[in-house]
């Protein structure tokens, strides 16, 4: 079973940007989908954020469209999901996760792999 791990998070400002990373070890992202989600305070399920899939398709939740984007660099087995113009409703806890197959959900039932979590703050 591949092991994600996340790095990148922190506190800014409202209109700044932050770079999460989530390296993969025991495992790859070969030919798989891999996706960020998150789950803002007080809320119980995690929101799709960002994807990418198989073939390289990638994307995008409507409320980060043109402000997130997500890469995958597989000779280092990172995905990044580089963050833009941040609002205080981007606060949440940030997940990636991966799933090995063709189809690229974006309902966090359908994954099996995660990392831990990294907490982004944005503060108005």
């Known amino acids: 079973q591949v092991r994600l791990v996340e790095s990148g998070g922190g506190s800014v400002q409202a209109g700044g940007s932050l770079r999460l990373s989530c390296v993969a070890s025991g495992g790859t992202y070969d030919n798989s989908c891999v996706r960020w989600f998150r789950r803002a305070p007080g809320e119980k399920e995690r929101e799709g954020v960002a994807?990418?899939?198989?073939?390289?398709?990638?994307d995008y939740a409507h409320s980060v469209q043109g402000r997130f984007t997500i890469s995958l660099d597989n000779t280092k087995k990172t995905l990044y999901l580089q963050m833009t113009g941040l609002k205080p409703e981007d606060t949440a806890m940030y997940y990636c996760?991966?799933?090995?197959?063709?189809?690229?959900?974006?309902?966090?039932?359908?994954?099996?792999?995660w990392g831990q979590g990294i907490q982004v703050t944005v503060s108005s």
């Open positions: 994807g990418i899939d198989s073939d390289g398709r990638t």
């Open positions: 996760a991966a799933e090995r197959g063709r189809i690229c959900s974006d309902y966090e039932s359908d994954f099996t792999a």
